[in-house]
């Protein structure tokens, strides 16, 4: 069976513009002729169809349910993105166990032909459910901004995921900066605190500025990269997704999404012994 990219998108703390990143960096990766799915992993306050303008009928509790497979509830995006749509405002839904979260994640055995990548759009914070979604993807990359909370929550993410579990490489995205030097100043100052305290490595994809036109998309629920191509998040979004295309492919187990799937069922295992 031929790699899949899976690829985590994840910040530690919310308002960081970690979805909108996760839509539209997809959106780019499709328009350069990748086949993509977005999961939207936040399983209680899931908002990629709202960023989207669409209004799923159905979502991932009815696949976890039984009466909808991954192939019905998946949604026809922009540019040939494919959505799965989370379920919003369903309690039962944000405290799955990791049984349940591998029930859902065994759906995509259904698909795994026909993408090259899968992007997961995690919730915000430490919880199990982000824990695992992280710990089963082939790659992870933490979104920070220019906040103090969002330096703090993504060093306590990357530090979890070290030391607990030894993930030890991370990609980091700087979002909403007022510019490049303030972005890369931005990821050396999370770099230096991570190399002081921690064994990881740290690698730095790119800079989202601060763009007007990517609140009036967002007022549009129309993404940036569709409604105003040449703005400067647009084009910052479309450099990212060059890096990411160029990240060698993993051609052993864990680029696969049955690795993904089994990587969730292990760890629902562990939690269903403990």
Same mark, same amino acid.
């Given at each position: ?99 349940? =979260? $591998? ?8 698909? /795994?032909?026909? !993408? &090259? %990548?899968? +992007? ?63 972005? =890369? $100043? ?8 991570? /190399?002081?305290? !921690? &064994? %990881?490595? +740290? ?72």
């Amino acid at each position: 069976m031929k790699p899949v990219r899976v690829i985590a998108i994840t910040s530690g703390k919310g308002g960081v513009g970690k979805t909108n990143l996760s839509v539209n960096i997809g959106i780019a990766l499709a328009q350069m002729g990748q086949r993509v799915a977005l999961l939207d992993a936040d399983m209680g306050l899931a908002n990629v169809d709202i960023l989207l303008g669409m209004y799923p009928k159905f979502n991932l509790s009815h696949v976890l349910s039984g009466d909808k497979t991954l192939d019905e509830i998946m949604l026809d995006g922009p540019s040939g993105l494919k959505v799965i749509p989370g379920a919003s405002g369903i309690q039962k839904m944000a405290e799955l166990s990791t049984i349940e =979260q $591998a029930a859902v994640v065994r759906a995509f055995s259904e698909i /795994d032909q026909d !993408l &090259d %990548v899968l +992007l997961v759009d995690t919730a915000a914070g430490i919880s199990a459910s982000v824990v695992n979604f992280a710990r089963a993807c082939q790659e992870i990359i933490v979104v920070v901004c220019d906040e103090p909370t969002s330096l703090t929550d993504a060093y306590a993410f990357i530090k979890l995921l070290n030391r607990d579990y030894g993930l030890s490489h991370f990609h980091v995205v700087t979002n909403m900066v007022q510019s490049i030097q303030q972005g =890369q $100043a931005l990821f050396q100052k999370l770099t230096k605190v991570t /190399d002081h305290y !921690l &064994d %990881v490595t +740290l690698q730095f994809e790119g800079v989202v500025p601060y763009d007007e036109y990517l609140r009036k998309s967002v007022q549009k629920q129309s993404p940036v990269m569709v409604s105003f191509p040449g703005s400067k998040a647009s084009l910052a979004m479309k450099t990212i997704a060059g890096k990411i295309d160029n990240w060698p492919l993993k051609s052993q187990a864990g680029g696969y999404i049955e690795f993904f799937i089994e990587k969730m069922i292990q760890y629902g295992s562990e939690e269903y012994a403990a």
